[in-house]
Structures are given as structure tokens and as C-alpha cells.
């Protein structure tokens, strides 16, 4: 029980409520069905059908969509603690692929377990959709971000959004964190060229605010990171258990 009760899903439901014993439990036998799977091999593909859920426990993955004619935006990335390809449970055909960005572990889901785990354990049920709707708050933003904020702004947002998240789940800090996105995936993530984001990075560099480089976010000043985004992370709703 102590694994499941430090596991990274656990420590995001957390924030929303405080969990019983009998609802790790329910958590634990979510995931009995533990599977590791490679880099770059989608574990979900748009328009699949019947498809199970993920809880990722270990490494990166990317939600995105393929338009006609080849290009890819990416809607969102997942660290451990999410869960992967949960609306294709409920909405029964996935409107999105889902692709490992470093080999990952992750427990699989299926409807049914799902959906007797929400009967069994109304308060979890709560908790799992709380962290859905913080996903949607998340893509909202981001909509934001290509839409409204400049280059610079949508940059620093990205990275201080990814290292409120990851602080979440004990893997960050206002100092930084790991990171194995390429500037590519940034690239297809906020609607930049790769040559672009590498010249955003290298300002935000030259202005001492953040350093984006070896696999690690580190952040300079960070409080003028945030007035730069106009970051405001209540839509995270980190700030304590509503269910006690």
C-alpha cells in the first residue's frame, strides 16, 4: 500500500481529495495491469476504437492530432501521475493518438474497471474527474497561448505551467526540473517553427530567465519569468484538497 499511496496519480488525486484506505486500494488494483512501451510507438492512435485507459507511472508522453496533409500539433504532454487516453474509454473511439516520448510504464485501464471503480468509490470518481477537468483548464490555456500571448510569452507560460505540474508530483521545483522534450515537440506543442523556438529559448537565456538545455529546465529569475507569461496557476488548482 505504500507504493500506491507515493505513486505520482496518487499525489495529483491528492490535491483534490484525501484518500481512505479502501480508495488506495481501489487505486492499487488500478494498477495491476502494469506494461512498459518504446519510445515513439504510438499506444493509442486517432480514431482506434474500444480503447483502453493508461495511468502513466514513469517517463513522457504526447496527446496529438495528424492534420490531412501531414503536419502535427501537439494538444498535450503527460507526466507521471496522468492518465492517458481516458476519454477514448468514454467517448469509446479516441479522437487523438498518444505517443511515448521516452519509453514509459504505465498501467492499463479498462472501461470496465473503470467504471466499477467510479461505482464502488463515488469520492474517487470525484477526485478522477477533478483531474480531467484540470486537463480541459490546461488545454484552455493553451488555446490562450496560441492564440493571444507573443512567442516569448507562450514559452515561459509552457515551462512555468510544465514545472507547476511536475512540483505536483514531487519531480519540480521553482528551481526546475528534468525535461526530454526536444525543440521540436515545443515546436509542434505551441504553433513555432524549430528554428523560432530555438531563438525564443536563446532570448529567454540572454535575459536570464530560463535556461532550457541538457534535459533541464532551469529557471533564472522566476518571479520575472511569471510577470513575463502573466502567469496565473489557479486554473491548476494546486492548492489543496476540496474533500476531506
Known amino acids: 500500500m505504500n507504493a500506491i499511496k507515493n505513486s505520482p496519480f496518487t499525489r495529483k488525486l491528492s490535491a483534490f481529495a484525501v484518500l481512505s484506505e479502501d480508495e488506495l486500494a481501489v487505486l ?7 506494461r512498459t512501451f518504446a519510445a515513439g510507438s504510438d499506444l493509442v492512435h486517432q480514431g482506434q476504437p474500444e480503447q483502453a485507459a493508461y495511468i502513466l507511472s514513469s517517463g513522457w508522453a ?13 494538444v498535450d504532454f503527460q507526466i507521471p501521475g496522468d492518465f ?7 467517448l469509446r473511439t479516441s479522437d487523438h493518438s ?28 470525484a477526485a478522477i474527474l477533478w483531474a480531467a477537468s484540470r486537463d480541459e483548464a490546461m488545454v484552455v490555456e493553451h488555446l490562450v497561448g496560441l492564440g493571444r500571448r507573443d512567442a516569448d510569452a507562450r514559452m515561459a507560460h509552457f515551462l512555468l505551467e510544465l514545472g507547476a505540474r511536475l512540483a505536483l508530483v514531487g519531480m519540480g521545483s521553482k528551481a526546475g526540473y528534468a525535461c526530454p522534450l526536444t525543440q521540436y515537440h515545443l515546436a509542434d506543442a505551441l504553433g513555432l517553427t524549430a528554428v523560432h523556438v530555438n531563438r525564443v529559448l536563446r532570448q ?10 541538457d534535459g533541464y529546465v532551469k ?16 486554473y491548476l488548482d494546486q492548492t489543496g484538497p476540496l474533500l476531506k
Do not use: M, N, W
Not at 492499487?28 to 502494469?34: A, C, V
Not at 496527446?63 to 502535427?72: L, M, N, W
Open 98 to 125: 498518444i505517443e511515448p516520448i521516452v519509453e514509459i510504464e504505465a498501467a492499463e485501464v479498462l472501461a470496465e474497471d473503470l467504471l466499477g471503480a467510479f461505482a464502488d468509490t463515488p469520492r474517487l470518481a
Open 204 to 213: 529567454l537565456r540572454e535575459r536570464d530567465l530560463v535556461t532550457f538545455r
Open 62 to 74: 504526447c496527446s496529438y492530432k495528424i492534420q490531412q496533409e501531414g503536419s502535427r500539433q501537439i
Open 28 to 34: 492499487e488494483r488500478l494498477h495491476q495491469r502494469r
Open 219 to 234: 529557471f533564472g529569475s522566476f518571479d520575472r519569468l511569471v510577470a513575463l507569461a502573466d502567469f496565473d496557476p489557479g
Open 84 to 90: 492517458l487516453g481516458l476519454r477514448s474509454v468514454l
